[in-house]
């Protein structure tokens, strides 16, 4: 016989395998108590870590290219300074290669008289035996170095000489060029205070002119003015304006328009018409204020009712609230004997005390 597998068993197996899974990711769900307590949500931990651990990969890379620069830069320095040493060397050799080919030691003023070949170069002089080193023109040579030193001392006393008297030309150059820019300078100052002088004597005398002329003009204004002040004040004098007239106030288009420029008050009939309006409106506010007394008592003594009829209610309510209340201690302390009763009617009942594997037997699935 061979076993052969259904297509709808491998369905059902696949399904079966399906349930169990949700059912142990359900169980772990509800019975990992830090997950349901608390409620974490472990999918944005995760993602949360994964950041983090990016973030950090990403600054250690960071740090690294910075090193790698850090020791490329120091890879360049090294190479500079070995390349200005190696130049440093390469000037300092031409140097010494220049002295040696076009500064040698015979080549120098003082060579002469400190030659050691010198004597060596001498022909016909013998040296007696015993007298190694001793020089049998040293007293020649002592006085060219004397004459020589003579010639140098002279020449350097000319030279000072020499210095000294361009020095003394340059200073009395200098000190004539100052005398000359001194004497130029009061020429120019002298020229400009006569300017100065000039221009402010022209100057007072412009100022005196129209001080003058502002002066006559002022003293014109003011007359005029003078003479503007007494004819308005005749004109307003000889006027209706300063008048007491009170028909000069009504205009030509009737009595209930008036001019405002000559009107000097009301008449009489307004006068009165004004006073009966007057009165009426205190009439009328007495009333008014009357009405307000009335409404105000009305109100009152409905205040003062309905406090007497809520503090009525109030105490009716407070003694239905303490019968109340002394029912329910009654049945509170009927229940209370009911509930020792049943205590100690379970207590010799259920001697037996659950354990551990009493409680084992629930909670086993997620349904």
Same mark, same amino acid.
């Given at each position: 016989m061979y076993n052969a597998e259904l297509l709808s068993d491998r369905i059902a197996a696949a399904s079966l395998e399906r349930r169990r899974n949700r059912?142990?990711?359900?169980?772990?769900?509800?019975?990992?108590?830090?997950?349901? &307590?608390?409620?974490i949500d472990k999918e944005a931990l995760d993602s949360q870590v994964n950041e983090r651990k990016k973030k950090e990969q990403a600054e250690a890379e960071s740090l690294k290219a910075y090193a790698a620069d850090a020791v490329r830069n120091d890879k360049a320095a090294c190479l500079l300074?070995?390349? +200005?040493? *190696?130049?440093?060397?390469?000037? +300092?050799? @031409? =140097?010494?290669n220049f002295r040696l080919n076009f500064q040698p030691r015979w080549s120098r003023r003082e060579y002469d008289l400190s030659n050691p070949d010198k004597i060596k170069g001498q022909e016909g002089i013998q040296m007696l035996p015993g007298l190694v080193g001793e020089?049998? %023109?040293?007293?020649?040579?002592?006085?060219?170095?004397?004459?020589?030193l003579r010639e140098w001392s002279v020449q350097q006393q000319h030279e000072l000489a020499t210095a000294r008297h361009q020095q003394r030309q340059e200073e009395q150059q200098y000190d004539q060029d100052?005398?000359?820019? %001194?004497?130029? @300078?009061?020429?120019?100052? *002298?020229?400009?205070?006569?300017?100065?002088r000039t221009v402010a004597l022209a100057t007072k005398n412009f100022n005196l002119t129209k001080a003058a002329e502002n002066a006559e003009k002022r003293w014109k204004e003011w007359q005029q003015q003078e003479e503007?002040?007494?004819?308005? =004040?005749?004109?307003?004098?000889?006027?209706?304006?300063?008048?007491?007239?009170?028909?000069?106030? =009504?205009?030509?288009?009737?009595?209930?328009?008036?001019?405002p420029d000559s009107y000097k008050g009301l008449t009489d009939e307004q006068?009165?018409?004004?006073?009966?309006?007057?009165? +009426?409106?205190?009439?009328?506010?007495?009333?008014?204020? @009357?009405?307000?007394?009335?409404?105000?008592?009305?109100? %009152?003594?409905?205040?003062?009712?309905?406090?007497? &009829?809520?503090?009525?209610?109030?105490?009716?309510?407070?003694?239905?609230?303490?019968?109340?209340?002394?029912?329910?201690d009654n049945t509170n302390a009927q229940l209370a004997e009911a509930h020792r009763?049943? *205590?100690?009617?379970?207590? *010799?009942?259920? &001697?037996?005390?659950?354990?551990?594997?009493?409680?084992?037997?629930?909670? &086993?699935?997620?349904r």
């Amino acid at each position: 016989m061979y076993n052969a597998e259904l297509l709808s068993d491998r369905i059902a197996a696949a399904s079966l395998e399906r349930r169990r899974n949700r059912e142990m990711q359900r169980q772990d769900r509800i019975f990992n108590a830090k997950v349901r &307590t608390i409620g974490i949500d472990k999918e944005a931990l995760d993602s949360q870590v994964n950041e983090r651990k990016k973030k950090e990969q990403a600054e250690a890379e960071s740090l690294k290219a910075y090193a790698a620069d850090a020791v490329r830069n120091d890879k360049a320095a090294c190479l500079l300074d070995q390349c +200005q040493l *190696k130049d440093e060397r390469l000037l +300092q050799g @031409a =140097i010494e290669n220049f002295r040696l080919n076009f500064q040698p030691r015979w080549s120098r003023r003082e060579y002469d008289l400190s030659n050691p070949d010198k004597i060596k170069g001498q022909e016909g002089i013998q040296m007696l035996p015993g007298l190694v080193g001793e020089d049998s %023109d040293s007293q020649g040579r002592l006085k060219k170095q004397q004459k020589q030193l003579r010639e140098w001392s002279v020449q350097q006393q000319h030279e000072l000489a020499t210095a000294r008297h361009q020095q003394r030309q340059e200073e009395q150059q200098y000190d004539q060029d100052r005398v000359d820019l %001194d004497n130029k @300078a009061l020429q120019l100052q *002298k020229i400009e205070e006569e300017r100065r002088r000039t221009v402010a004597l022209a100057t007072k005398n412009f100022n005196l002119t129209k001080a003058a002329e502002n002066a006559e003009k002022r003293w014109k204004e003011w007359q005029q003015q003078e003479e503007n002040n007494r004819t308005d =004040i005749l004109n307003q004098l000889q006027g209706e304006l300063l008048s007491e007239s009170q028909e000069q106030g =009504i205009s030509v288009l009737g009595l209930p328009r008036l001019r405002p420029d000559s009107y000097k008050g009301l008449t009489d009939e307004q006068l009165r018409h004004i006073i009966n309006c007057q009165q +009426q409106q205190i009439d009328e506010k007495r009333r008014i204020q @009357a009405e307000q007394q009335q409404e105000e008592l009305q109100q %009152d003594r409905f205040r003062v009712a309905s406090a007497r &009829t809520a503090l009525l209610m109030e105490r009716q309510q407070a003694r239905i609230n303490k019968q109340l209340r002394r029912t329910q201690d009654n049945t509170n302390a009927q229940l209370a004997e009911a509930h020792r009763e049943q *205590k100690k009617y379970l207590e *010799k009942v259920y &001697t037996n005390i659950p354990d551990d594997s009493y409680f084992s037997q629930f909670n &086993t699935s997620s349904r």
